[in-house]
Nanobody
């Protein structure tokens, strides 16, 4: 499974961004997709996750501001992370991870910078 993450960039506090993670595999083969983030000097942390049953999980720090969703096509699956009301503390490299057939697959990171 290859994952392609995109959508990062520079945004002012209070702004919005939408990250995308596209997997090169049919959506029915993916059990879960999660977004993690890692800020300089910090450990990688879970931001949000969505299962094949559309059950979602969010870190407390992003509840009410971020929303994860997924859709799929015949040979690809895409998961979105809509990020609203961004704060400087959300600045980090964001990574997506997919669980497929009991294996974890990571995409490359996409940098999100929240700054005025």
């Amino acid at each position: 499974v290859q994952l392609q993450a995109s959508g990062g960039g520079l945004v002012q506090p209070g702004g919005s961004l939408r990250l995308s993670c596209t997997a090169s595999t049919p959506i029915f083969l993916i059990n879960e997709v999660a977004w993690f983030r890692q800020a300089p000097g910090n450990q990688r942390e879970l931001v949000a996750a969505i299962t094949s049953e559309h059950k979602t999980t969010y870190a407390d720090s992003v509840k009410g501001r971020f929303s994860i969703s997924r859709n799929g096509a015949k040979n690809t699956a895409t998961v979105y992370l809509q990020m609203n009301a961004l704060e400087p503390e959300d600045t980090a490299v964001y990574y997506c991870r997919a669980i497929s057939r009991a294996r974890a697959h990571w995409g490359q990171g996409t940098l999100v910078t929240v700054s005025s």
